[in-house]
């Protein structure tokens, strides 16, 4: 079993900046893409950023020019950088791989709370 693992939320005040990242426990073969996904209290879980094995990239409107998605392939990791945090942004983050036949590998969030 790959276990997906989250660092990196907390507590920020509005307009500061976080980094969330995620690790991989073991190799993942064939991964089309990694990404973050974020699921507020009472909402669905949505997309929040998305890079695919090209290097492409997709975002939701609602964090473009804010987030930022990278990763190291040396250490299989995916990065998420948070600024101009705002409230809205509160939720658990879940780090995604999906393999090419569509199979979603989750970790178990991590809590990010933006508020004064």
């Known amino acids: 079993q790959v276990q997906l693992v989250e660092s990196g939320g907390g507590l920020v005040q509005p307009g500061g900046s976080l980094r969330l990242s995620c690790a991989a426990s073991?190799?993942?073969?064939?991964?089309?893409?990694m990404g973050w996904y974020r699921q507020a209290p009472g909402k669905e879980r949505e997309l929040v950023a998305r890079?695919?094995?090209?290097?492409?990239?997709d975002y939701a409107d609602s964090v473009k020019g804010r987030f930022t998605i990278s990763r190291d392939n040396a250490i299989h990791t995916v990065y998420l950088q948070m600024d101009s945090l705002k409230p809205e942004d509160t939720a658990i983050y879940y780090c995604?791989?999906?393999?090419?036949?569509?199979?979603?590998?989750w970790g178990k969030g991590t809590l990010v709370t933006v508020s004064s």
């Open positions: 995604n791989h999906r393999s090419i036949i569509g199979t979603d590998y």
């Open positions: 073991a190799r993942l073969f064939s991964i089309s893409a």
């Open positions: 890079m695919f094995n090209s290097g492409n990239t």
